[in-house]
């Protein structure tokens, strides 16, 4: 089982709709959590971070997480086609604070 | 732009020759982490420092590979006799010490013929 799963996708939805992308890890003793953004031929890019039980929000996107039952996922508002990448969940699991990605899940927002 | 640079930023080699990427972190930063990524893959960790102490290496990392860090600033990763199945997008990112997040930078694509 690897640490961190991800649906690969792609997700399609249309414009204006909400996206919605998941993410589940297997160590219970995994600390914050991230989403990235990545576009083709690019590096990631943070979109935001979670280490509490809850949602976090932050503009169109919200961050929920729920550690009883080892998820987090990414909700996008009013998707926009510019919004069209691969998500990438992380985790920081030791005090090295190393990263631990998912495989993504590539979201396409159809105009 | 997130403060990280990384140099160069594509490189074609062939097989059997050795590659030297550069990687310049966020000037306040003192950790910086060495990530390799290859396509439909999320990106695995490779090693870490905390100043120039390299404390930690991935399992991924075999011997012809070395990373350094000499004065605690720049990084640099060398791949000896490089093999096609080194192929990859190799980043580099950075953190401060009380901070939660990593900047990448924007990564050095390698490509082994």
């Known amino acids: 089982q690897k640490e961190v799963e991800q649906n690969s996708g792609p997700l399609s939805v249309p414009e204006g709709a909400i996206a919605s992308l998941n993410c589940t890890y297997s160590d219970r003793g995994s600390q914050s959590f991230f989403w990235y953004r990545q576009y083709s031929g690019k590096s990631p890019e943070l979109i935001m971070f979670i280490y509490s039980n809850g949602d976090k929000e932050d503009g169109r996107f919200t961050a929920q997480l729920n550690k009883a039952s080892q998820y987090v996922s990414l909700l996008i508002r009013d998707s926009q086609p510019s919004d069209s990448a691969t998500y990438l969940c992380a985790v920081y699991l030791d005090s090295s604070y190393k990263l631990i990605f998912g495989s993504g899940t590539r979201l396409l927002v159809r105009p | 732009d997130t403060g990280v640079s990384q140099d160069p930023r594509h490189k074609i080699t062939k097989r059997g020759q050795n590659v030297t990427f550069r990687c310049d972190p966020i000037?306040?930063?003192?950790?910086l982490y060495w990530y390799r990524q290859t396509l439909g893959q999320g990106p695995e960790f490779l090693t870490y420092f905390q100043n120039e102490a390299q404390l930690e290496k991935s399992r991924l990392l075999s011997d012809r590979f070395s990373a350094e860090r000499p004065k605690g600033s720049f990084s640099t990763l060398e791949i000896q006799r490089t093999e096609q199945g080194d192929s990859a997008m190799y980043l580099c990112?950075?953190?401060?010490?009380?901070?939660?997040?990593?900047?990448f930078g924007p990564g050095t694509r390698l490509l082994v013929l």
């Open positions: 000037s306040e930063h003192n950790r």
């Open positions: 990112a950075s953190r401060s010490g009380g901070g939660e997040t990593q900047y």
